[in-house]
């Protein structure tokens, strides 16, 4: 099927992607700002390419001899250029390689949807044959209550009583895979869901039977939110704009779910109880 170039490779659904590439007996490129990250891919079977999507010059060499490529971008305040400079770098390439962008489903009020669709459109325009999936919010972004959790078998999230059918990133991952092994339609845009649209309340109620003890979710304000996360060290813009996606998401705007990743791997997506289940070890001291 020729070589698939993985832009994002070792972040949360790169790191998954590349493997199971590699396990179905792809030829991969793993495009890599620090290639010591990359160490493990490397072993996998992968070869790591050295790059910064900031530097279009690194760009066209990244692409070469390349047929498929999965596009990743972090979500940070310099996304939009370095996606676009992705397809530029495309658009002047030999093969004129098929892309599977990850894109995102939430509010376009966050300037981090704001960044994706910027590119998503320049995507559209380009004339390059492309798909792309759009998850919801990620299953492991839960874990960062593991620690108030442990602490104080609380959830303390700013949804209020919001409902979303988010999804398990291994799901994202086999949906990728899937997109990238002839699964997707050209030009189709695929929203990745969970099996069910949930609140913050049926998540504690998930790790409550987990864990076998009272887990509770305490709806908090943005403002505490926000300040949670900068305390964690999350730079500010990528707070601001996950602080503008749970606004969304308390007013139910990603209320639904699909069955695209049903259509794309051949499976069910995973639940939040089996996500609980998989990573109990994390929420109990």
């Given at each position: 099927?020729?070589?698939?170039?993985?832009?994002?490779?070792?972040g949360?659904?790169?790191?998954?992607?590349?493997?199971?590439?590699l396990?179905?007996g792809?030829?991969?490129?793993?495009?890599?700002?620090?290639?010591?990250?990359?160490?493990s891919?490397?072993?996998?079977?992968?070869?790591?390419y050295?790059?910064?999507?900031?530097?279009?010059?690194?760009l066209?060499?990244?692409?070469?001899?390349?047929?498929?490529?999965y596009?990743?971008?972090?979500?940070?305040?310099?996304?939009?250029?370095?996606?676009?400079?992705?397809?530029k770098?495309?658009?002047?390439?030999?093969?004129?390689?098929f892309v599977?962008r990850?894109?995102?489903?939430?509010?376009?009020?966050?300037r981090?949807i704001?960044q994706?669709?910027?590119?998503?459109i320049?995507?559209?325009?380009?004339?390059?044959s492309w798909?792309?999936?759009k998850?919801?919010?990620?299953m492991q972004?839960?874990?960062m209550?593991?620690?108030?959790?442990?602490?104080?078998?609380s959830?303390?999230?700013?949804w209020?009583?919001?409902?979303v059918?988010?999804?398990?990133i291994r799901?994202?991952?086999e949906?990728?895979?899937g997109?990238?092994?002839?699964?997707a339609?050209h030009?189709k845009?695929y929203?990745l869901?969970?099996?069910?649209?949930i609140?913050?309340?049926d998540?504690a109620?998930?790790?409550?039977?987990?864990i076998?003890?009272?887990?509770?979710?305490?709806a908090?304000?943005?403002s505490a939110?926000?300040?949670?996360m900068?305390?964690?060290g999350?730079?500010?813009?990528?707070?601001?704009g996950?602080?503008?996606?749970?606004?969304g998401?308390?007013?139910?705007f990603a209320?639904?779910?699909?069955h695209?990743?049903e259509?794309?791997?051949?499976?069910?997506p995973r639940?939040?109880?089996?996500?609980t289940?998989?990573?109990?070890?994390?929420f109990?001291?």
């Open positions: 099927m020729g070589k698939i170039l993985v832009i994002g490779a070792t949360n659904t790169g790191s998954l992607l590349i493997p199971a590439l396990e179905a792809e030829e991969v490129r793993a495009f890599v700002r620090n290639e010591e990250k990359a160490e891919l490397k072993k996998a079977g992968a070869e790591i050295n790059g910064d999507l900031d530097e279009i010059d690194t066209d060499n990244a692409l070469i001899n390349i047929d498929k490529v596009l990743c971008i972090w979500n940070g305040p310099t996304a939009a250029v370095q996606g676009i400079n992705v397809i770098a495309i658009k002047k390439s030999e093969k004129s390689p599977v990850l894109s995102a489903f939430g509010s376009p009020q966050s981090i704001q994706i669709n910027e590119v998503d320049a995507l559209k325009e380009s004339q390059i798909c792309s999936i998850p919801t919010f990620f972004n839960l874990l209550a593991s620690q108030t959790i442990q602490k104080d078998q959830i303390y999230w700013d209020a009583a919001g409902k059918g988010i999804i398990d799901d994202v991952a949906s990728a895979l997109a990238l092994t002839g699964r339609e030009g845009e929203i869901t969970g099996p069910e649209s609140s913050m309340h998540v109620n998930s790790f409550t039977k987990a076998g003890e009272e887990i509770s979710y305490v908090v304000p943005h939110a926000k300040e949670a900068l305390s964690m999350f730079p500010e813009f990528i707070v601001d996950y602080i503008e996606l749970n606004q998401f308390a007013q139910n209320n639904k779910t699909t695209n990743v259509l794309l791997t051949d499976h069910k639940s939040v109880d089996d996500f289940r998989d990573f109990k070890s994390y109990v001291s």
